[in-house]
């Protein structure tokens, strides 16, 4: 991991530590997220490494599907998509928290479909 020293003006250091108190987590977790999802933006695609520009794709090619597919057909391609870890680094409460609640909703949805289908006898 590097280090980088920046100088800012004191009204945005307030600003981020406030922000980061908010989320409850280090102001450096918190400036890491930030630039991340800066970086991240659509435009912000540049330097791809092969990994990246194959998790890219993929990402595309579920986005077009959700997109375009009825409400089973996303169900079947969320349970599908690859499993990952977010970075520790960059989790936050209300992150953690979302990603849960959607995670729970995907599961009820998967075991309210299966219910529905009628038995094969």
């Known amino acids: 991991m590097s280090r ?7 009204c945005l250091h307030q ?3 406030a922000m980061a108190e908010q989320e409850k ?3 450096n977790q918190f400036i890491v997220f930030a630039l991340t999802q800066y970086v991240m933006q659509p435009s912000g695609w540049i330097g791809l490494r ?3 520009a194959r998790q890219q794709t993929a990402f595309a090619a579920l986005r077009r599907q959700l997109r375009q597919g009825t409400p089973a057909d996303i ?6 998509r690859e499993p990952g870890e ?9 992150g953690i928290q979302l990603r849960a609640l959607l995670d729970q909703a995907l599961s009820e949805r998967l075991a ?3 219910a529905e289908q ?4």
Do not use: F
């Not at 169900?75 to 599908?80: F, N, P, S, V």
């Not at 009628?118 to 006898?121: D, L, M, S």
């Open 50 to 52: 092969r990994d990246d």
């Open 86 to 94: 977010p970075d520790p680094d960059l989790l936050t409460p209300s």
């Open 4 to 10: 980088l020293t920046v100088r800012l003006p004191d």
């Open 112 to 114: 309210g479909q299966s």
């Open 15 to 17: 600003q981020l530590i």
């Open 118 to 121: 009628p038995n094969a006898a």
């Open 75 to 80: 169900l079947e391609a969320l349970a599908a």
């Open 25 to 27: 987590i280090s102001l």
